[in-house]
């Protein structure tokens, strides 16, 4: 492997000091990761079978018998790593699983190839059971590790679209991104032609490659929501409607980490109490996905009190109905924001809308948060 020149080092220098004080390589908030990026400092939890860890080359301990309980990137024995983020649920990612095995085969049918690259799925938002089901259905020949909460997602940036392939070279310095791929790809021979280009790829020039905002704006026009400040605060307004209590004022109020919550004040006999809620966006699971929008009300100690969807979608993008829109209410209503509840797609699945559900429960879960932030401010005692 070459040593990378003294101008790329530089640039690696540079960006230790850009991102100094955070946990290995990271990415700006809100960024999408993209060619010239290396892949941040991401613990993958071990779930791994040993088939799949052999597969992989993952260091074991005591003479193979015991499994890490994570392992990162940079264990894996690879020059390079087709790391492709799916979901069971993706049509796109459905249609492109056979084709993925095609690759997968004429690499490892490749003396040139076989060893030197190794393929490994994400299921994003998806648990085992999930991903264990998809390897199953779909007779992929290898490993994915399940992303439930969307962690491993977000860490690349929340990219908006699945299936998104990233292929990723490993270096002296890190695990540097070559090339990504977004939405479905039909012809095996396309994905082969991506790998070996991404072998051959210069590490300096891909550091000096200047970022492709395509997918940041792409990310925009997805998330993109036609209300005003004036028609979301009557929104949220709205989300706090109860004939139990009088709504008397509604203010939008921005946390220290810059969350912004709409605060009510509200009558409930002869006490003043205050209800919160939250506007939540989403982007897309999915390629031909539309991103999910919606607000949840809870009161001050953590329950959800309300679900009030602004565009919420399902199969071909449609919007719920007002059963899908009951039911979901009843999923969340009651729930505390305190003691999140993992998705259950068995449980928690509205028709036809999987994903979108799955991104609306993983929403509520990660919202803790916001109750510290708006105790710190004085909002709850």
């Known amino acids: 492997m070459k040593k990378l020149t003294n101008f790329a080092a530089a640039i690696l220098i540079g960006a230790v000091i850009i991102f100094s004080g955070l946990p ?6 809100g960024r999408i990761i993209t060619p010239g990026d290396f892949f941040p400092d991401y613990s993958f939890p071990m779930t791994l079978t040993n088939p799949d860890v052999d597969y992989l080359g993952i260091p074991q301990k005591f003479f193979g018998l015991v499994k890490a309980d994570s392992f990162s990137l940079k264990e ?3 020059e390079l790593i087709v790391l492709e983020y799916l979901n069971k649920y993706c049509f796109s990612c459905q249609l492109q699983a056979p084709v993925m095995n095609q690759v997968f085969t004429m690499v490892e049918n490749d003396p040139q190839l076989k060893g030197r690259i190794k393929f490994l799925g994400i299921g994003a938002g998806n648990n085992q059971r999930e991903v264990d089901s998809f390897r199953a259905e779909k007779k992929v020949l290898f490993p994915i590790l399940p992303d439930p909460k969307f962690l ?23 695990q540097l991104v070559a090339n990504t791929k977004v939405g479905l790809t039909k012809d095996p021979g396309k994905i082969l032609k991506e790998i070996n280009d991404s072998l051959k790829a210069d590490v300096s020039a891909l550091l000096k490659q200047y970022k492709d905002t395509s997918l940041q704006q792409a990310k925009v026009r997805k998330l993109h929501l036609r209300y ?16 139990k209590w009088k709504v008397l004022q509604v203010t939008k109020v921005v946390l220290s980490d810059a969350e912004e919550v709409y605060v009510g004040e509200i009558q409930e006999g002869m006490q ?4 919160f809620a939250k506007f939540a966006s989403r982007a897309p699971t999915c390629d031909i996905c539309h991103a999910t929008h919606f607000i949840f009300a809870f009161n001050e100690k953590g329950i959800v009190v309300n ?4 565009q919420v979608t399902k199969m071909g993008n449609l919007s719920w109905n007002a059963q899908e829109i009951e039911r979901m209410k009843q999923r969340l209503v009651g729930r505390s924001i305190l003691q999140p509840v993992d998705f259950d797609s068995q449980v928690d699945t509205i028709s036809s809308a999987t994903m ?5 429960v993983d929403s509520v879960n990660k919202a803790k948060s916001l109750y510290e932030g708006l105790k710190s401010k004085g909002y709850i005692k």
């Open 228 to 243: 005003n400040e004036d028609e979301l605060l009557k929104k949220a307004q709205e989300s706090m409607l109860s004939p």
């Open 272 to 275: 003043k109490l205050h209800l």
């Open 24 to 29: 290995g390589w990271t990415l700006e908030k």
């Open 356 to 360: 979108t559900a799955a991104l609306i």
């Open 76 to 78: 894996i024995k690879a």
């Open 307 to 310: 679900f009030l969807p602004l």
């Open 152 to 174: 491993a997602y977000e860490a690349i940036g929340d990219p908006g679209a699945t299936p998104f392939t990233l292929f990723i070279r490993k270096t002296d310095s890190g």
